[in-house]
Each structure stands twice: as structure tokens, then as C-alpha cells.
């Protein structure tokens, strides 16, 4: 079994996107509303609109989502399709939004992605159990111990989103929840991690964004 995982870089092609709300081919016109609402709001940071109408673009390119009712969402606002032909997640950070995709018959999802930068023991310390603080400590080269850090939160949170808890579990006391597999990869500096119930391969697929603005407006040609 395997889980695609669709990433597309946040681009200043989809930041200059965030500031057209006018006419009818403004790419927010082709994405669910909840993204679009975002993705237009310029009280949010510019990170988070542009993260935003990434994720609508990607379900609108690959499941043709442009209306709320075709997504369920979660108390913790965790997204899946209402119809349930597949299973999906979402995650940005560092320079990627992704979409991860796989079979329904796989069952929940969660997937992270971040970027391989300084570590921040402060945070580990915050969030991880101990045993992982003295992993990630074991190393004293700084970009051995970033990388664990990065394997280590994107591990916990891909695990976390696919349990559909979020942070309401408390990884330091309660250690991570448990069946849960998960495969990591490092790409274009950044790390990967997909968890799932069952056994899977993972494959990273990036999709150029001015595909995506593209492919959104070829989906709706009367609009």
C-alpha cells in the first residue's frame, strides 16, 4: 500500500494570488470556501493565507474540492473527504504546503513536514519525552542534532494527526499513541513522516504551483 504524498512549494507566485480578490478568475474562486476565506484575510499573517490557498489549490487539482460540504472536519479541524474515496492529511511548513493521499481501505492518515534547521532544545524539552531529549542530545554535532529534532517533532505530530488528537495528548507523560507506523524521508531539506495504521510506502511527489493555478481554473471553464 502506499501513501502519495503531493507537495507544492509556497511560492511567490501564490503570495501575489493572496492579494487579487477581485474577478472571475481569481484562482480563490476555484477552492473551498474555508480556504479561500483564509487565504484572503489580511488580518492573518501572510504565511498562514498563503498556506492556506495552497491546501484548497491541491484538493481542488487532485479531488476537485471547491465546496465546504465535500470535506468533513474535525473538532481538532482535521479535514477528510466526505465521500471517503481516500484518505488525506495536510501539512505545511518550512517552504511546502503537502497533501498527503492514500487508499480508504488504509484508514486514518497524518502527515508533517518541516525544515532542517537550528534544533531548539527549548522546545524539545516543552514536548518530547526525555529518553528523545537525550537522543537528540546525544550528538554533539549541531546539524546531527537538528535533524533529529526535525525526524523527532515531525514523527510525534504525524502521529498525533492521524490519532486526531492533536496536542491534546501529552507526549511527555503519555509517550506517543501506539499502532501506529510511520515512514520518514528527507527531501529537499526538509523531513517528511507519514503515519498510518498499516504498513506502507511513502512517495514524495512535488507539483509546481503555477501548475495548480492552472489546473484550477481549467476545472471550472464557465466560471
Not at 19 to 46: H, N
Amino acid at each position: 500500500m502506499q501513501v502519495t504524498v503531493f507537495a507544492t512549494e509556497l511560492a511567490d507566485q501564490l503570495r501575489m494570488v493572496c492579494d487579487q480578490v477581485e474577478g472571475p478568475r481569481c484562482p480563490t474562486r476555484f477552492i473551498a470556501p474555508r480556504y479561500a476565506g483564509r487565504a484572503l484575510d489580511v488580518w492573518l499573517a501572510p504565511d498562514s493565507r498563503i498556506e492556506a490557498l495552497a491546501a484548497g489549490l491541491l484538493l481542488s487539482a487532485l479531488f476537485h474540492i471547491r465546496s465546504d460540504d465535500q470535506l468533513v472536519v474535525s473538532r481538532y479541524g482535521k479535514p477528510a473527504l466526505a465521500d471517503g474515496s481516500a484518505s488525506i492529511n495536510i501539512s505545511h511548513g518550512g517552504s511546502y504546503c503537502m497533501l498527503a493521499v492514500a487508499p480508504a481501505e488504509i484508514g486514518e492518515i497524518g502527515v508533517d513536514v518541516e525544515s532542517v534547521g537550528a534544533c531548539s532544545l527549548a522546545a524539545a524539552l516543552r514536548v518530547f519525552p526525555r529518553r528523545t531529549v537525550e537522543w537528540i542530545e546525544a550528538s554533539s554535532d549541531p546539524s546531527v542534532q537538528a535533524e533529529r529534532f526535525c525526524r523527532s517533532w515531525t514523527r510525534l505530530e504525524a502521529v498525533l494527526k492521524a490519532e486526531g488528537t492533536g496536542f491534546e495528548w501529552d507526549p511527555r507523560a503519555d509517550g506517543l499513541p501506539s499502532g501506529w507506523h510511520v515512514e520518514q524521508t528527507l527531501w529537499n531539506r526538509h523531513i517528511v513522516s507519514v503515519a498510518a495504521r498499516r504498513p506502507f510506502m511513502m512517495k514524495v511527489t512535488e507539483v509546481d504551483p503555477i501548475d495548480l493555478l492552472v489546473r484550477a481554473r481549467r476545472q471550472w471553464p464557465s466560471d
